[in-house]
């Protein structure tokens, strides 16, 4: 049906005015983000024990509105792992206040000196820390996420943006309206923290676009939508990626420790990016290995999905498809494959790997120190559960993301990754010859 011209211009007239309403938020973030700047630590400090607080106070109303969400994920099909990371509950809702807490207790990187140095004639240079401005934020089903970056923004003096998606629209409007509240209270400005969860989908791609008033953008969330962000935007993007993670079990392994790091690392919370994928096997030790680790993961309900190798010492699994070797399940599944040596595990990493994080559990140094030297990925682990890559486990809070990118940023990001740098020269009249 041809629109009427009327139509057309109501249409015309809409966009317009989303256009205007969108433009209106992001001036209000850029504003925000001059006084953030030049903040006090104490300031900066003051609100985000605010924000806490106001967790741990209104934690029923953090849940209700949680609740609709989980009620129209389920209606709408979400995956039980997306489900999993929707949910807010009493005691993620206290980690998340504790999260912010432990960011209030670390160094402020504003103003922290990189380098300096004083020229022949006397001329001071210096290169300090400053924060990017403004901070968007593009991601879906994780609540969580408003408030690790709203923190871990205002601790750095920037403004935060965020489109948190559909999936969590009820928790994100009230989790963001606290934290304007909380700020507001300590005399900082409430625009400082923004949603645009409201423009729905155009709002993502606005934010996309909105070069000269987002400094940075950071997606987190599916392949898909990292992608998206990717290829679409106009703005500076750090990339976060997808876990493909792997485990390998060297000739040299020990038994337990295994059994223990790969049951924890896939098991503990499978529906994370640090969750592991794909666990592969020497063939020397696999009719010693494998008969007690897959057995373990069969346990807690985990389908294996084996090569023929491995199906022949583990028969209770189903067999491994070319896909499986590249898919972030995010789910009680593993992919398991039996491999000649530690070369060619390394080459099955290398061509499977999202780069983000790859563990090797041996008792050999010298297997270990290849490993570690010739893997590239983000965070490259020995005897060691790929459960630990989380800036909170890394001591910095929480994390905006865990970038796979190797740019300024790699690996969980914290609050110097919130961070660009200026040069500051001083001098007493001098001129260049």
């Keep these: 049906m041809v629109p009427t011209v009327l139509e057309s211009a109501s249409s015309s007239l809409d966009s317009a005015s989303t256009d205007a309403a969108f433009a209106r938020k992001l001036e209000a973030a850029k504003a925000a983000s001059l006084p953030l700047a030049t903040a006090t630590t104490a300031q900066k400090n003051d609100a985000l024990e605010q924000i806490a607080l106001s967790l741990m106070a209104s934690a029923d109303r953090i849940i209700e509105a949680n609740a609709a969400d989980l009620d129209r994920g389920r209606e709408s099909g979400l995956s039980a792992g997306l489900l999993d990371r929707l949910t807010l509950d009493e005691k993620r809702i206290a980690s998340l206040a504790q999260a912010v807490r432990d960011i209030a207790t670390l160094p402020d990187p504003v103003?922290?000196?990189?380098?300096?140095?004083?020229?022949?004639?006397?001329?001071?240079?210096?290169?300090?820390?400053?924060?990017?401005?403004?901070?968007?934020?593009?991601?879906?089903?994780?609540?969580?996420?408003?408030?690790?970056i709203a923190a871990l923004a205002l601790k750095s003096g920037n403004a935060a943006v965020l489109r948190g998606g559909r999936a969590a629209e009820s928790s994100n409007r009230v989790l963001v309206a606290l934290i304007q509240e909380a700020v507001a209270r300590t005399g900082l400005p409430s625009d400082a923290v923004q949603t645009v969860d409201e423009f729905g989908r155009a709002g993502g791609t606005m934010l996309m676009q909105a070069r000269g008033l987002v400094d940075v953008l950071i997606p987190r969330g599916s392949a898909d939508l990292i992608r998206t962000v990717v290829e679409s935007a106009k703005v500076p993007v750090i990339e976060t990626g997808a876990g493909v993670v792997h485990i390998v079990l060297d000739e040299s392994a020990d038994e337990k420790w295994a059994v223990d790091i790969v049951r924890n690392a896939k098991v503990q919370r499978p529906s994370v990016c640090n969750a592991v994928e794909t666990v592969l096997v020497h063939s020397a030790a696999a009719p010693r290995l494998l008969p007690a680790v897959l057995g373990a993961l069969r346990e807690e309900g985990v389908t294996v999905h084996a090569d023929e190798r491995a199906l022949a010492i583990f028969p209770d699994a189903v067999p491994v498809v070319e896909e499986d070797w590249s898919t972030e399940h995010m789910s009680l599944d593993v992919s398991v494959g039996v491999v000649d040596s530690l070369d060619e595990a390394i080459a099955h990493i290398r061509r499977?790997?999202?780069?983000?994080?790859e563990s090797i559990i041996t008792d050999d140094l010298r297997n270990a120190e290849r490993f570690l030297a010739e893997v590239d990925s983000a965070v490259v682990m020995v005897n060691?559960?790929?459960?630990?890559?989380?800036?909170?486990?890394?001591?910095?809070?929480?994390?905006?993301?865990?970038?796979?990118?190797?740019?300024?940023?790699?690996?969980?990001?914290?609050?110097?990754?919130?961070?660009?740098?200026?040069?500051?020269?001083?001098?007493?009249?001098?001129?260049?010859?």
């Design 384 to 433: 060691a559960s790929t459960r630990f890559t989380d800036g909170g486990e890394f001591g910095f809070g929480a994390e905006v993301g865990i970038s796979t990118q190797k740019l300024h940023a790699r690996g969980p990001m914290g609050l110097p990754e919130l961070t660009s740098t200026k040069w500051l020269v001083r001098g007493s009249g001098q001129m260049r010859a």
């Design 352 to 357: 499977y790997s999202t780069q983000h994080t």
């Design 111 to 148: 103003g922290t000196s990189v380098r300096g140095s004083r020229l022949p004639n006397g001329v001071s240079i210096q290169q300090v820390r400053v924060p990017f401005g403004v901070v968007g934020a593009i991601y879906e089903a994780r609540p969580n996420v408003t408030v690790d």
